[in-house]
């Protein structure tokens, strides 16, 4: 789905009539501008924060329109491949990038607006745990969701690093069918926050 939609596109999202969308933007409820025309239009995160706040339901056609982002960092340049092209080759058709440090990871981080983050904690340059906490910290990030990967930590130590913010732990050697199959649920889940009724204040 596009990223800018016009009234009538808003209106087919929303499952209202198209004076019901322009009611609500006059009234100050759905942020929008004018093109040069004059033409209402409005940023899809906008529209779907405000069906959000209102309990409408978002659809899972709609939302399965947009790629899901995926982020993997990891130096080592066999498993990034690995990781990379079974990702890019999955049904789900993910938008995966790599970064090889820390520099790298947080720049994709601000840019590439992950989804998801594939992250080896073991890198020289990154302290996982601080990484972790710093993601979910920021407002930006905090829904983004972190695998972690590492060859050397235990099941305690993979249990700290959930408390810092990490979704799900993986040991070396990587088992790209079960990590395919999380991700899949991980994003799944993130795809389809609301399935239950219109609240009351959701109404036309």
Known sequence: MEDTLTVFKASQYCKVSSQTIINWIDAGHIKAYKTVGGHRRINRPDLEAFMRKQGIPISREDLCEERRRILVVDDDPIIVESI????????????????????????????????????????????????????????????????????????????????????VCFSKPLPLAQLKEEVAKMLQLSRCPLTGELTEGGGQ
């Open 84 to 167: 990379v092209q079974s990702l890019e080759e999955d049904e789900f058709d993910y938008d995966v990038i790599s970064a090889a440090d820390g520099f790298e990871a947080g720049l994709q981080v601000n840019h590439f607006n992950p989804h998801l983050i594939i992250l080896d904690i073991m890198m020289p340059d990154i302290k996982g745990n601080e990484v972790c906490k710093k993601i979910k910290a920021n407002p930006k990030t905090k829904d983004t969701k972190i695998i972690v990967l590492s060859a050397y930590l235990d099941d305690e130590k993979f249990e700290q690093m959930k408390s810092y913010g990490a979704d």
